[in-house]
Each structure stands twice: as C-alpha cells, then as structure tokens.
C-alpha cells in the first residue's frame, strides 16, 4: 500500500481526470456549489476503504488533523455523509470504468454474501429498512457463519483470474440465488465457464446458461472432494476460495461487514464507495509480481 500521503495524490488525479474527461458524471444537485468538490470527497472515502478505517468519523478527524492542508474546505461529517450519499452514482462509475480497461476473464464465479444492518434481537417490526422497487430488509441465512442475519444480500460477478467484480446487486436476504445469478450475468458477454456454489444448483438454470454458451460448474460436495483424487484437490479448492477471498476482502478488510449506515440509501453508497475501492486496489495498486 502507497504511503497515505501519496494515496491521496493518486487518488484525486485519478478521479479529477475522470469527471474531467466525463468517464465520471454527477448530477448536477440544487443550490450553491459546496466548497469541497466532489473529486475530494471521493478521495477522502476510497482512502479510508482502501486504509481499512472502520470509523468514518476518526477517519476525518485524522484527515482534518494530518492532510488539513490537501482538504482546506473539508465538511463534517454530517454533510460528508450527505454529500457521499449524493456521490454513490460516482463511486460505482468509476469502478466501471476501471474495471473496462481489464479484459474480461472468459472463466468467472458468482457468489452471494451477507450484508447485515442490525443484530437479529434488535427486530421488533416494520422499519425504514427499504430501498426501491419494494426492497427492504428481511431475515436470511449466513451459510459462511452458520447463522442467521437481518439484512439484505450482496451479489457478485467476478473474474476467477483477476477477482476484479464485473457486476453487482443488493437483493433480498432470502432471495433465489439462480435469480441472482441470472441478473447479474444479464447484458454481458456470456462468461465461457462459470464456477458457481451449490446454492444455485438447477437444471433450468444450467439448461438456460448452456443455450448462453456458458458452462455451469458447481463447486463439489465435501464427498465428491473426498472422492476426487490428493493431487487434484488442492487446484479445486484454490478456484473456490478465490470468491471467498474476495468476499472476505471487502466485507472484513474493507469493512462492509461494519458498514455503520443507517439508511438503505447509505448502504448502498458505501457498498459502491469499497467495491470501487476494492477494484482500485486490484487494477491499480496491486504490485506487478505479486499473484491476486
């Protein structure tokens, strides 16, 4: 990782270039243009996804203290929180844009994750856990942790060889995950094999995806691992732990799994701000000879 100094210089050139150019759009938001421009509140959340700070508000305090004079202008957090809302578009533009200078892998995995908002004692009813279309939180089943969560569903599309997420979606918590699949694949290129865990095993499914042109390959049983023969076990579960890594990457290095929002459309914004700053970390930062 850059020095933080550093990371912030990068950061801001990468996205001032990008408004600057029109790879990234905002929309244009009612009255006065604030002081801090919108390249810098972008700067100021990717560095603290990339840094791993769990708390937003000693992260500005550290940036106000530190970096004062990169960020003259820089708001609360009230209205950072405000502003970085208003910017979620930004964030998820930006990691498109990134990612399209990555050749697509023709092998790729999908895979769900758990995205929870409140601990399940804590529900007592009806609560402004919604977002649009209907979408609201609900209860569903963390098979990585053996537990039950209150939350939403994160989905993801990812290359097998650079783990860089192609596609992404906030769904239901108890949701069916073909369903999951089949919207995050639609209006791409179809992926030529796609590694997939038994959750969404079904022959309609895989029947729809071979007429595609993709091949669906579920990842084996613990008995079909046993079966399988020593020396070919460990390349099985290399391919499979590359989502779970991802997953792990972002929800526990990232600190989705601690996201602090309070509101879907919080949520939703910081999800794109570490799935940006995730793929930032893979494309751009990531050392020459070291392997994903």
Not at 218 to 237: D, E, I
Request: proline fraction near 7%; charged fraction near 20%.
């Amino acid at each position: 990782m850059l020095p933080l100094s550093l990371l912030l210089v990068h950061l801001y050139v990468l996205i001032d270039d990008a408004i600057k150019t029109g790879a990234v759009t905002v929309p244009r938001r009612p009255g006065p243009a604030p002081a801090c421009t919108d390249a810098e509140v972008l700067t100021i959340a990717l560095a603290r996804h990339l840094h791993g700070s769990t708390s937003e508000s000693a992260w500005l305090r550290r940036i106000r203290a530190e970096w004062g004079h990169y960020f003259p202008r820089l708001p609360g957090q009230s209205q950072f929180n405000r502003r970085a809302r208003w910017l979620w578009g930004a964030f998820e533009l930006l990691r498109a844009h990134l990612a399209a200078g990555v050749p697509a892998d023709g092998f790729q995995q999908i895979d769900t994750t758990a995205l929870p908002v409140k601990h399940p004692s804590r529900v007592r009813g009806p609560d402004s856990w919604t977002g649009p279309g209907g979408l609201a939180a609900g209860f569903g089943r963390d098979a990585a942790h053996g537990e039950w969560f209150y939350g939403f569903r994160l989905g993801l599309r990812c290359d097998l060889g650079s783990r860089v997420v192609r596609a992404w979606g906030i769904t239901r918590a108890a949701v069916d995950e073909r369903a999951v699949a089949a919207g995050l694949l639609e209006g791409d290129r179809p992926p030529e094999v796609l590694l997939l865990d038994r959750g969404f095993a079904g022959r309609a499914f895989a029947a729809a995806q071979t007429e595609r042109g993709t091949r669906v390959v579920l990842a084996p049983t613990r008995a079909q691992r046993r079966a399988v023969p020593a020396a070919a076990r460990r390349p099985v579960a290399v391919l499979r732990n590359r989502i779970e890594t991802t997953n792990g990457e972002i929800t526990e290095v990232m600190g989705l799994a601690r996201h602090g929002a309070h509101t879907f459309w919080g949520l939703l914004a910081r999800t794109a701000a570490v799935l940006c700053a995730h793929t930032i970390r893979l494309v751009l930062l990531r050392p020459a000879n070291k392997p994903t």
